[in-house]
């Protein structure tokens, strides 16, 4: 079996395999591996020093979720995860845990886009969220 160094030397029917090979047991065992290891380190972050001052320094007394304006039970809610570890106040937002647990009820089975799901759950438009995330990328 020789090893494929360039494009030319794939088959003209490559999109096939790889189709293929994205149905197989094999791609879908090392997807759930790596998704398990994404969620482990996540949760690891959410419970981090770092993410509690992130929560302390934006939380205050009018601390409300942008969804239904409750003030209990809130959760700090990503709109991207482009920044993991580095977010800018922008990119995140205040949801009780009804209407974050909503969100991405909307993302996972509804197979929105994370900003799709925030919209129809925030009744924020949809350009909104957007511009408000173009001010990140300007930072």
């Given amino acids: 079996m020789s090893v494929i160094v360039n494009r030319k ?3 003209i029917d490559r999109n096939r395999h790889h189709k293929k ?3 197989s047991h094999e791609y ?3 997807k759930r591996q790596l998704i398990k290891k994404q969620k482990k380190e996540y949760s690891r972050y959410i419970g981090s020093p770092k993410w509690t001052n992130i929560r302390n320094e934006l939380s205050n007394e009018d601390t409300a979720c942008e969804g ?3 003030k ?3 959760n700090l809610h990503h709109l991207t995860y482009k920044h993991l570890k580095n977010e800018v106040p922008e990119e995140l937002m205040w949801l009780c845990d009804e209407c974050h ?3 991405h009820w909307y993302q996972k089975h509804g197979k929105k886009s ?3 799901a925030t919209s129809l759950v925030t009744n924020i438009d949809i350009k909104d969220l957007k511009e408000r995330l173009k001010i ?4």
């Fill in 28 to 30: 879908k065992k090392l």
């Fill in 136 to 139: 990140t990328e300007l930072k």
């Fill in 101 to 103: 647990k909503a969100v």
């Fill in 68 to 70: 239904c304006g409750s």
């Fill in 114 to 116: 994370l900003l799709m």
């Fill in 21 to 23: 090979f994205k149905q």
């Fill in 72 to 74: 209990s039970n809130l």
């Fill in 9 to 11: 030397a794939w088959p």
